[in-house]
């Protein structure tokens, strides 16, 4: 597609619930990003995937988060047993270019905001 | 790890003043300053960029400036319009060893008419 494309735009969940996050990435796009927006703060970095491999997942804040990439395009973002404290934008980003490559332009998506009651 | 400050948090500006946001990193090895614009309800989108070979940048009203040294880098705005007003994000990053973008915290930028 023209932009990065994230479903769905707005969750509400109760606590303990789970919830699954998709990113559509800008088509050929290798790199994918996950970062998550608290309200008033800038994204902070989740996980990087370089094709369907996870590059870099230190961002992740515990076990009950994970993502997936299994063809090397769409990527979710899943979450166990949600908190409260899990509420924020989930944003996701992808860029043409490979790790080792020069400087990475990032194409943001809109966001998911994820509220936990 | 890298971590970026950014100033300040709120600018208020009256339409066709200039703007200035600064922001200063902690990692010598940074080598890539991008300046991200978030619009409400959007995903931030890249303004500009400078790489750390470059001591300025310009693009239209918009100009970065990076000083080695000091760790730090601005973003200059001129001749500012109402629908410059958004959240600025500066972020930085040592490119090839990883993808990891430090973001700063924001200026919320307001252009009064």
């Known amino acids: 597609g023209a932009g990065v494309s994230q479903t769905p735009s707005n969750k509400v969940t109760e606590k303990g619930k789970y919830v699954e996050l998709r990113c559509d990435p800008i088509?050929?796009?290798?790199?994918l990003y996950w970062y998550r927006q608290s309200l008033g703060q800038g994204p902070e970095f989740l996980i990087y995937f370089q094709g369907t491999g996870a590059a870099d997942d230190s961002g992740l804040p515990n076990d009950r988060f994970f993502a997936v990439r299994p063809e090397g395009s769409v990527s979710t973002l899943k979450i166990q047993r949600t908190e409260r404290g899990d509420s924020a934008v989930y944003l996701c980003a992808s860029s043409p270019l490979g790790r080792n490559s020069g400087a990475n332009v990032l194409t943001f998506g809109a966001g998911s905001r994820l509220t936990v009651l | 790890g890298e971590n970026v400050e950014q100033h300040p948090s709120t600018l208020s500006v009256q339409e066709g003043d200039s703007a200035v946001i600064k922001c200063t990193y902690s990692?010598?090895?940074?080598?890539?300053f991008p300046w991200y614009k978030q619009e409400l309800g959007k995903g931030p989108q890249l303004i500009i960029d400078i790489r750390s070979n470059v001591g300025e940048k310009k693009d239209q009203r918009i100009a970065v400036t990076l000083n080695k040294t000091a760790k730090h880098f601005s973003l200059h705005i001129t001749e500012t319009q109402p629908e410059d007003s958004a959240v600025y994000f500066c972020a930085a990053i040592l490119t090839g060893g990883g993808n990891k973008l430090t973001f700063g915290t924001g200026t919320q930028l307001k252009v009064e008419l």
């Open positions: 990692d010598s090895a940074s080598n890539y």
């Open positions: 088509s050929g796009h290798t790199a």
